[in-house]
């Protein structure tokens, strides 16, 4: 089975803040990485599909990129709601696996 | 507006068994794979099984093969969960959602599964 590892596990961050969030594969996997977004007792709501494509209704300023074993889920300036939990989830022959998520913390 | 409902979690006895329902709206359901995804309380997410539209189609995670079944009814605009010889590890809320270029496009609220005795 494929492991995502994401880093880093929790953030800290500011708001205006650049933010990164990394999401390693064990192996190389198909373009079909997702990112997610979940706050405390809700679902998680889907922000990226397929890499880099931006789920309707979702601000410009997230925004995905990576291939092969190495992804990431980018914040250009970080707002007061986007303090979260963020995970990314791959698809690869039948099989869909959540990394552990990284949450999002107010510096 | 796209809606699903989940219904059927609580407290059950290792060994039990619980029938988890999502009913959806919204949507032409007929035309969607479908997902039940579960978190542990204070942990992460985890993919348990995916159903294709037409209900041909059946994938789950190793921990649950044998155990859970996923089912559908199109005429009924619902989605099911069996969940059988149930283990305190499989305490969780259960959510099920709609698949979208293999990621989990819309989700419902979730419902709480407690194996305890």
């Known amino acids: 089975d494929i492991q995502m590892t994401q880093s880093p596990s929790t953030l800290s961050a500011s708001v205006g803040d650049r933010v990164t969030i990394t999401c390693r594969a064990s192996?190389?996997?198909?373009?079909?990485l997702a990112w997610y977004q979940q706050k405390p007792g809700k679902a998680p709501k889907l922000l990226i599909y397929k890499t880099s494509n931006l789920q309707n209704g979702v601000p410009s300023r997230f925004s995905g990129s990576g291939s092969g074993t190495d992804f990431t889920l980018t914040i250009s300036s970080l707002q007061p709601d986007d303090f979260a939990t963020y995970y990314c989830?791959?698809?690869?022959?039948?099989?869909?696996?959540f990394g552990q998520g990284t949450k999002v913390e107010i510096k | 507006e796209v809606q699903l409902v989940e219904s059927g979690g609580g407290l059950v006895q290792p060994g039990g068994s619980l029938r988890l329902s999502c009913a959806a709206s919204?949507?032409?359901?007929?035309?969607?794979?479908m997902t039940w995804v579960r978190q542990a309380p204070g942990k992460g997410l985890e993919w348990v099984a995916n159903?294709?539209?037409?209900?041909?189609?059946?994938y789950y995670v190793d921990s649950v093969k044998g155990r859970f079944t996923i089912a559908r009814d199109n005429a009924k605009n619902s989605l099911y969960l069996q969940l059988n010889s149930l283990r305190a590890e499989d305490t969780a809320v259960y959510y099920c959602a709609t698949n979208h270029y293999y990621a989990f496009e819309t989700w419902g609220q979730g419902t709480m599964v407690t194996v305890s005795s």
């Open positions: 919204g949507f032409i359901f007929s035309s969607y794979w």
């Open positions: 159903i294709k539209h037409d209900g041909s189609e059946r």
């Open positions: 192996q190389s996997i198909s373009p079909y």
């Open positions: 989830q791959q698809y690869n022959s039948y099989s869909w696996t």
